[in-house]
Structures are given as C-alpha cells and as structure tokens.
C-alpha cells in the first residue's frame, strides 16, 4: 500500500484485513477505562498503524478544509515517530 496516497481500495483492504477484535474488550491491544497513559502506551502503535491509512486518505480528500488536513498530517507526523 502507498504510504503517502493510499487509494480507497487499498486503505479499505486493509481495514476489511484487520483483526479489529484485538482492540476491543478481551483483545490483546484493548485499553480499559481508567487505564493510565503509561499503560496504555504498548497498545497506541498497533492501533495506529491499523487506523493510519485511513487518516492518510482523510488527510488527501480535497473537500477537506487546508488546515484540516494540515492538524492530521501533523498528527500522523507525531505518531510516525512514536510508531516507527
């Protein structure tokens, strides 16, 4: 998949491919309520790289205002260096 420009197809692909259960309650990457942020920290990566093609795409649609599309990349830019 393109990491700058994905296509809806490749980003829907890719969500259709993902085990989404990890990230609920009783999955390996679920984060409880009340969870502190240091907890929660070994479970942000894999939830962002599941989601980020599609805030890549979000951050590409040209109905979306410029400084919209200016917060997610930044976004996606903090998140990148966190998640390599």
């Not at 393109?2 to 989404?20: C, G, K, Q």
């Not at 259960?21 to 907890?39: D, E, I, W």
Request: some cysteine; hydrophobic content about 45%.
């Amino acid at each position: 998949m393109s990491t700058n420009n994905p296509t809806f197809e490749e980003v829907d692909r890719h969500i259709e491919s993902a085990d989404l259960s990890l990230f609920q309650p009783g999955g390996k990457h679920h984060v409880a309520s009340g969870t502190t942020a240091a907890a929660a920290m070994p479970q942000l990566c894999p939830i962002y790289k599941t989601v980020r093609p599609v805030l890549v795409l979000i951050s590409n649609l040209p109905l979306i205002p410029q400084k919209w599309k200016d917060a997610i990349k930044l976004f996606l830019q903090f998140l990148d260096v966190l998640c390599p």
